[in-house]
Nanobody, 122 residues
Framework: QVQLVESGGGLVQAGGSLRLSCAAS????????MGWYRQAPGKQRELVAL???????FYADSVKGRFTISGINARNTVYLQMNSLKPEDTAVYYC????????????????WGKGTLVTVSS
């Protein structure tokens, strides 16, 4: 059973930075795409960023220029560097992955992490 384990969440002031990490506990097949979703209180879960096995990346408009996703190699590990954080970035961030296709829609996600809380104070 593949599990995704996140780390790196916490409390930061507006304008600060955090780095999230996500590692797959087992690799039966190489994961094709990994990324991050987030869910703020009272809102739907939304895609933040993803990276494919070929290095292709996608970012939500709200984080472009501030967040950078990297990783997804033979160790199936992905990172999210978050800079210039804003209070509206406050959410639980979930790592997501799939062996096949893409995770641009949540229906395509095979594996979810348990989530890590990011709180940005104003």
């Amino acid at each position: 059973q593949v599990q995704l384990v996140e780390s790196g969440g916490g409390l930061v002031q507006a304008g600060g930075s955090l780095r999230l990490s996500c590692a797959a506990s087992a690799t039966i097949f190489r994961i094709n795409a990994m990324g991050w979703y987030r869910q703020a209180p009272g809102k739907q879960r939304e895609l933040v960023a993803l990276i494919g096995s070929g290095g292709t990346t996608f970012y939500a408009d709200s984080v472009k220029g501030r967040f950078t996703i990297s990783g997804i190699n033979a160790r199936n590990t992905v990172y999210l560097q978050m800079n210039s954080l804003k209070p509206e970035d406050t959410a639980v961030y979930y790592c997501a992955g799939t062996r096949f296709g893409t995770i641009i829609n949540s229906d395509g996600v095979e594996y979810w992490g348990k989530g890590t809380l990011v709180t940005v104070s104003s």
